[in-house]
């Protein structure tokens, strides 16, 4: 038995920022905002178990079938966190931190094989691929979404 399960509705919000750490996790806030919609419903064009959420999921050795049963349950953003300290690869505080640190200032502009991908999404936003981070694209992108849509 599920129980009811609420969040944002990303069909008329973005999820939160990655850059915003719940247990020192970037990601993480964002990755429950997705995966609290897709169980409500109201996903809207956001995905949970994308790529995104996948560096979380990779750098602990969880899956998202995991964690969405944790969420399906109705578990808090700092019991997730806590979850994933339990679960999957032990990491410490300096590791995560560390971990943290590095996806926040990642670009897929240095990796040669999503350079052109990247290139192609941030031209439409008038973003430099070349000094735009991951996090800095996710952001301008819901941005420009949700002011579209108001």
């Not at 129980?3 to 806030?29: H, M, Q, W």
């Not at 019991?79 to 943290?100: F, R, V």
């Not at 430099?128 to 981070?133: F, L, Q, R, S």
Request: aromatic residues 10%; charged residues 30%; hydrophobic residues 30%.
């Amino acid at each position: 038995m599920h129980k009811n399960v609420t969040g944002k509705d990303l069909t008329k919000e973005a999820p939160r920022s990655p850059r915003i750490r719940i247990g020192g996790y970037a990601i993480l806030g964002r990755t429950i905002d997705k995966c609290r919609a897709l169980i409500a419903g109201n996903i809207g064009e956001y995905h949970f178990d994308c790529p995104l959420d996948n560096m979380l999921f990779g750098f602990k050795g969880v899956k998202g079938d995991d964690f969405k049963a944790q969420i399906e349950n109705g578990a808090s953003d700092q019991q997730m966190a806590e979850w994933l300290d339990q679960n999957g690869e032990k990491k410490t505080p300096d590791e995560i931190k560390h971990w943290s640190d590095g996806v926040e200032t990642d670009s897929p502009y240095n990796n040669p094989e999503r350079r052109d991908w990247f290139i192609e999404q941030t031209k439409p936003l008038g973003l430099d691929p070349v000094k735009t981070t991951l996090f800095d694209w996710l952001e301008a992108d819901d941005k420009a979404s949700y002011a579209k849509a108001s």
